[in-house]
């Protein structure tokens, strides 16, 4: 296929894309190549196959080339900073200045992100998953072996399948197998546009020449692919719109029989009407509902990793605190047996002072009995003895005294005494001897 083709080819394509994408807010394009020079359309287009808010300021009714330029700057950065898609080698000018070329290599780069890079079959993605779906969606069909864009899709037959699986009711697969390839291409890319909306971008000749590029293969056959997943979500979109009629028809039932009031019959219909209209942007909230989830799942996570800690935490202070309480115990026990033990010595201390206390008593006796014989002696035997009395002279020296101190002075001094009375028995034994020893001299 000449670059003359893959442009016709891509035009056809992508005006058809971008229009059904601009038609979610009533707007359309004729040229590819003329009518996204100003910007504006070009931003709406890429909002909303995003599905990100363009928040920068620009010019709804540019009529100078700059401020067409400066929308299109505007849209090229929201791509590059917002979408993170990188487009290499177009620039403003290109699209104010309607160069087909390079606003198709844009277009192609962004077809190929949100229309071939989402498709998905078994392992495979992009090119390969669709490959992979037209091989699976075929499976059955005489003569269709799919295994490569270039070869596999020149005899029509593939093309016819794809189309017959999709409505079998459209036509009978067997009557066309018998016609020559370009009559089943033909045929086939008819029953494309009419049945499933694919617009006709090939030509029969050259897809059964194997000239056709492959870019322009895997365009049109993705277009395939969507229309499947368009008439699946349709399906699914009225089989939701049938059981909200049938849930709405089973409650106007219920209420006539049930003869509830028109007011609350009113309420009811306008809550299921508004429901039904909800389905439509039901997959956009799906999404946000989802966020959310991992976001709280994320932080129960986190919060059950923090309770997990704090519980460890508890657990080593509850350990230390039995540790402690042991020790506490122990010291206790012992306390307990210091208080027994000081208990007895105190008791035994009582006894034993009680005892001293009662033998002091009779050692001050005997002391008051024996200072009493030693006056005697005195009496008997001292000349020239003061005039005082020795009980005086006892009571002085004593006074002021402890009386573990008065015990003391006071066997010191008995001890002098019975020493000097010793001295003194002695002496008066040898007077007496002496005296005897003149007597019998004298007789």
Known sequence: MAGKDWEIVQEKAFTAWVNSVLDKRGEKIADVGKDLSDGVKLIFFLELISSKKFNKKYDFEPKARINMIQNVALALKFLDEELKIKVQGIGSEDFVDNNKKMILGFLWTLYRKYRIAVISEGDKSSEEGLLLWCKNTTTGYDGVNISSFTKSFRDGLAFLALSHKFDPESFKFQEFESMDPIARLNAAFDFAEKGLGVPKLLEAEEVMRGSTDERSL????????????????????????????????????????????????????????????????????????LRELEAKLDETLKNLELEKLARMELEARLAKTEKDRAILELKLAEAVDEKSRLEQQIEASRVRGAAEAQGLGLLRKNLDTHVHDLLKWQKLTMENSSSSSIDDQIIVEVSGLPFGDQVKHLATKLEAENSAIGKLLHQKEEDLKAQKNKQSKKK
């Open 218 to 289: 895997v365009l049109y056959t993705s277009l395939f692919f969507h229309a499947y997943r368009a008439k699946e979500e349709k399906a699914r979109l009225e089989s939701s719109k049938n059981e909200m009629a049938n849930r709405l028809a089973g409650l106007e039932n219920s209420l006539e029989s049930e003869k509830v009031s028109r007011e609350q019959l009113i309420k009811q219909k306008d809550q299921l009407n508004s429901l039904l209209a909800s389905l439509e942007s039901e997959g956009a909230e799906r999404e946000k509902r």
